[in-house]
């Protein structure tokens, strides 16, 4: 019996932005700040040993987080909602990352919102 192996690569950045929810009823109606952590994960087939260099992944993470990094995040997501900031950087990353699987993004340590591929 063969094994059919999948493999998936990933890392995690941080960034800290604040954002507020207008059609929302409580708190995070008014402006805040968070702490966002970001996990990133590339599906592929190992070649020379590896799906993708971390280094590499981590650059490109880096490019389109940087965008959001210290920013009012509803100035450049319409309804920053921890689901609408994943959708966000996913549609970005796609276009670098080619095999990209899946985003999810921590607002504070506890909460995610997660987009993935359809596999």
């Known amino acids: 019996m063969s094994l059919k192996l999948k493999y998936r690569v990933g890392t995690k950045i941080t960034f800290e932005a604040a954002h507020y929810l207008p059609m929302y009823s409580g708190e995070c109606r008014r402006l805040h700040g968070h702490t ?23 650059q490109k993470i880096k490019g389109i987080i940087s965008n959001l990094d210290h920013y009012d995040l509803n100035t450049m997501i319409d309804y920053p909602t ?35 591929r359809d596999s």
């Open 36 to 58: 966002y952590t970001v996990i990133v994960e590339v599906e592929g087939k190992p070649k020379n040993g590896m799906v993708l260099d971390f280094k590499t992944l981590r």
């Open 82 to 116: 921890a689901e609408n900031i994943a959708t966000w950087i996913f549609k970005r990353l796609k276009e670098e990352l080619p095999d990209l699987y899946k985003v999810r993004v921590y607002e504070g340590l506890n909460n995610y919102a997660e987009v993935y």
